[in-house]
């Protein structure tokens, strides 16, 4: 069974920097593509950043673009978003996702991705 497991998230002020982490655990996705979306209350899921296998491409969200860098590990089986000057707006439950097979570069849909984490609350106050 695949879990994944989302760290990082946490109270900060705007301007502040985050590090969310994401490791799957059950087995590995070296051939998979990896994103992170969020949900704000009262709002849909939306994507905010996904990288390929390799780590070569990368696609972010127009919203969080210059701020915020997705990366991977693949020896860590790990997933981060490196978050920079974070505004309130970013507030949400952040989920990291691994893609179905064969989508080895990223993808916005939400409905290529197989697996999901339970997601890591980040606030970020005014």
């Known amino acids: 069974q695949v879990t994944l497991v989302e760290s990082g998230g946490g109270l900060v002020q705007a301007g502040d920097s985050l590090r969310l982490a994401c490791t799957p655990s059950g087995r590995t996705f070296p051939s998979n593509a990896m994103g992170w979306f969020r949900q704000a209350p009262g709002k849909a899921r939306e994507f905010v950043a996904a990288i390929a296998w390799n780590g070569v491409r990368t696609d972010y969200a127009d919203s969080v673009k210059g701020r915020f860098t997705i990366s991977r590990d693949n020896v860590k089986n790990t997933v981060y978003l490196q978050m920079l000057s974070l505004k309130p707006e970013d507030t949400a439950v952040y989920y990291c996702?691994?893609?179905?097979?064969?989508?080895?570069?990223?993808?916005?849909?939400?409905?290529?991705?197989?697996?999901w984490g339970r997601g890591t609350q980040v606030t970020v106050s005014s």
């Open positions: 996702a691994v893609s179905n097979e064969g989508h080895w570069y990223p993808t916005r849909n939400s409905d290529d991705y197989v697996y």
